[in-house]
């Protein structure tokens, strides 16, 4: 396996487990059951922690495509934008997770906000998750080049 392949083999755990861990998370509030919020807080936490792996082995799969033609520098800068402020998402999530879980076991009456500050930051990182995955594929994916308008990065602020 090289560097391309592992990468594409991570990046689509944290991807799938924000949007995973919205839904348990919802369900546990709609439920009001602190056992479900507690798994997502994990599949958050276990995300976060995938996070790491994954973008990090992104700079070993741009050395292997150096070496393929036909693969535009500008769209893996744009991916590696996208990715930097996914990560930095992904780990403030992952930490707010764990805040989470603990305040939920331990300090229970703050739970509420708490779980609802987790949400929005989940929802936050679902919006950049689909920026991120989008912009990976279309590296190799010139099908959805032209179907995409990704918003440049200058502009989410706006």
């Known amino acids: 396996m090289n560097s391309a392949q592992l990468h594409l083999a ?72 996208y990715a930097e402020v996914f990560f930095a998402a992904s780990l403030l999530l992952g930490a707010l997770s764990l805040i989470g879980f603990i305040v939920n076991v331990k300090f229970s009456q703050y739970d509420k906000i708490i779980t609802v500050c987790v949400l929005l930051l989940a929802l936050i990182n679902a919006s950049l998750a689909i920026y991120v995955g989008s912009s990976g594929h279309a590296i190799r994916h010139s099908e959805i080049r032209t179907h995409t308008q990704m918003i440049p990065l200058e502009n989410l602020s706006d």
């Open 10 to 81: 991570l990046t689509h755990l944290p991807l799938v487990g924000i949007f995973l861990g919205i839904l348990v998370l919802i369900a546990g509030m709609i439920l009001e059951q602190n056992t479900v919020k507690l798994t997502a807080y994990a599949i958050f936490i276990f995300s976060a922690l995938i996070s790491i792996f994954a973008f990090y082995s992104g700079e070993g799969a741009k050395i292997v495509l150096d070496n393929v033609s036909n693969i535009s520098e500008t769209l893996i800068h744009k991916h590696a934008e």
